[in-house]
């Protein structure tokens, strides 16, 4: 095996970054230190299909324990909820975030009409604890999740329900002091789909008081009577980010508190800021380390790169031109590059994965298209520029190809770690994971296309050093990023709805800039585009897979209609 020579510094800030990563991936699963997790619980419904769920509640023994179920917004995991289910815990609560159907590690297909099914089954996983006090529930649904104002409205054994991001029917039954029910709706005042108007029309069904005299936080009805009742309008956030809103979380305590004063809270104080601040230090420790080790890696497992560099010497345009052309060219023939992956798309049964690889595909399109016309004035075809990265030795790809799936590893792990296990997700339930293969491939030649233009021709125009890779990384956001905004605005507009837009938008901002980053240093550091491209492939897959439904594509694509 090659020595590879690592400076004194270099170990150390690596060991440094480590640590960090290391120590903050230890607090943020013992903090706070009174709550109890358990993961990967699994319940079977009345229709055959297993439901996941976790489970958080104090360490502290005792009896007639309140509980409350969280159930999630769809393209979204019990992950996704996890603040909500710790906050509630700290509050003395035992709380159950769980995947509906189609979603997460749940099995099943994703049916809207179904979904009370699994809520029922949480519900009876509950009736199998003694510590439960199954006579006093409550429940709370974020978007999609709001579905469960139906097992609550049916039940009066749920004496809360709050709902985030959701409606509220006006057939839900009055709450009283014998058969309590306090709701309390929260919204966000850039919500793409429910505005506070929608919200008082079922306030003003369940208090009796006009919506037109109805104001948001203010509390209608008293917990004491058991019909409080409020909607809470949060001024800064949209649809998707009240996941984690900690204004939504706060509320969300302090209503569940106020219906069950008996509860004694586990810590009186807020978690959720202090869990953002050891998230930051997993992410500094876990992205600097991860910058660090692939210099070493790259020596420790290529060739070196001088030898075999690879380079497209077809545009002698300047950087702006590049640029320009890169992002005129995708955002033109991004449009028949999509319609090219729809029958792709009708097959898959992740369509939201296949919508996000559409949308990635057409912009990809886009760029063939360029490199084939500038290819075309130096006498180059096509096929030849996509060929051109494999054009070396045998044992030079393999090499790529190892220090691509090592690296790919050690990011995902990082990714994982720290907020795919406490707020979003990013490991495919086993129902999902034989469509897993067939994104990898089809994500690998879109990242492959994607390197082609941004390394091979745009970033060998920057000269060598730190400030030319921060330059050309920006610009490959830019690019990137421009390109998703306008196509996520041009389906908001056929839709008659900004769900999608508010949705991915806020997620594609650090995708993008980790894709720009990391391909970047990766070529700067290997002379090939290959490894580079794995690492995207891999983290970008499992993310949109999981956070997919289980759905048809020709389902999905029905409801553009």
């Not at 998707?240 to 706060?250: E, N, S």
Request: glycine share 10%; proline share 4%.
């Amino acid at each position: 095996m090659k020595r590879v020579d690592i400076t004194k510094k270099r170990i150390i800030l690596i060991s440094i970054f480590l640590f960090a990563f290391i120590i903050g991936t230890i607090l943020i699963f013992i903090i706070p230190i009174g709550i109890k997790s358990t993961y990967g619980k699994t319940v079977e419904t009345s229709d055959g299909v297993r439901v996941s769920f976790n489970v958080f509640e104090p360490k502290i023994g005792g009896t007639n324990k309140k509980a409350v179920i969280l159930g999630h917004g769809v393209m979204s995991n019990k992950e996704m909820l996890k603040d909500f289910a710790i906050e509630f815990a700290a509050a003395g609560f035992v709380a159950i975030p769980f995947d509906f159907r189609g979603h997460g590690q749940s099995t099943g297909e994703h049916r809207w009409g179904s979904l009370t099914n699994d809520i029922s089954a949480i519900v009876s996983y509950l009736e199998t604890r003694p510590d439960i006090d199954t006579s006093n529930l409550a429940y709370l649904g974020y978007s999609m999740g709001g579905v469960g104002i139906q097992v609550v409205n049916e039940s009066t054994d749920f004496k809360c329900f709050i709902g985030a991001g959701t409606r509220l029917p006006t057939n839900v039954r009055k709450g009283n002091s014998t058969a309590p029910l306090n709701i309390l709706m929260i919204l966000g005042r850039y919500d793409e789909l429910i505005s506070p108007d929608d919200l008082k029309v079922g306030l003003s069904d369940y208090t009796g008081i006009p919506a037109i005299n109805l104001d948001v936080n203010q509390l209608y009805g008293s917990f004491q009577e058991g019909n409080a009742s409020m909607i809470y309008l949060d001024d800064l956030t949209n649809h998707v980010l009240g996941d984690w809103d900690p204004d939504f979380i706060r509320e969300a305590r302090n209503f569940l508190a106020n219906t069950f004063p008996d509860v004694r809270s586990v810590e009186e104080n807020y978690v959720m800021n202090t869990r953002l601040l050891i998230l930051s230090l997993q992410l500094f420790g876990g992205f600097g380390f991860f910058i660090l080790i692939i210099d070493p890696l790259s020596k420790l497992i290529l060739k070196p790169k001088e030898e075999e560099v690879f380079k497209l010497e077809l545009e002698d345009g300047s950087i702006i031109s590049i640029g320009s052309k890169t992002f005129a060219y995708s955002l033109i023939l991004g449009l028949p590059g999509i319609f090219l992956f729809i029958p792709i798309l009708l097959l898959l049964f992740l369509a939201v994965a296949g919508f996000v690889s559409a949308l990635l595909f057409g912009q990809a399109f886009g760029i063939l298209v360029l490199l084939w016309r500038i290819g075309k004035k130096k006498n180059i075809g096509l096929i030849e520029i996509i060929k051109k990265p494999f054009k070396t030795s045998r044992e030079n790809i393999i090499r790529n190809f190892i220090l691509g799936i090592l690296l790919a590893i050690i990011v995902t792990l990082i990714i994982y770690l720290s907020g795919g296990l406490n707020y979003m997700g990013m490991i495919p339930s086993l129902l999902k994971i034989a469509w897993v293969p067939l994104f990898l491939v089809i994500n690998f030649i879109i990242f492959m296309i994607y390197g082609l233009i941004f390394h091979g021709v745009l970033q060998n125009k920057f000269e060598e050093g730190n400030k030319s890779l921060i330059k050309v990384s920006v610009i490959i956001f830019g690019i990137l990023f421009l390109f998703w905004f306008t196509y996520l605005f041009i389906v908001a507009l056929v839709m008659g709805s900004f769900f999608y837009f508010g949705s991915f938008l806020p997620f594609s901002i650090p995708l993008f800039l980790l894709n720009a980053f990391t391909s970047t240093l990766i070529y700067k550091k290997s002379g090939n585009i290959i490894a580079g491209a794995i690492v995207n492939t891999l983290f970008m897959t499992l993310m949109i897979c999981t956070i997919s439904p289980y759905q048809s594509g020709l389902s999905f694509i029905m409801g553009f209609m």
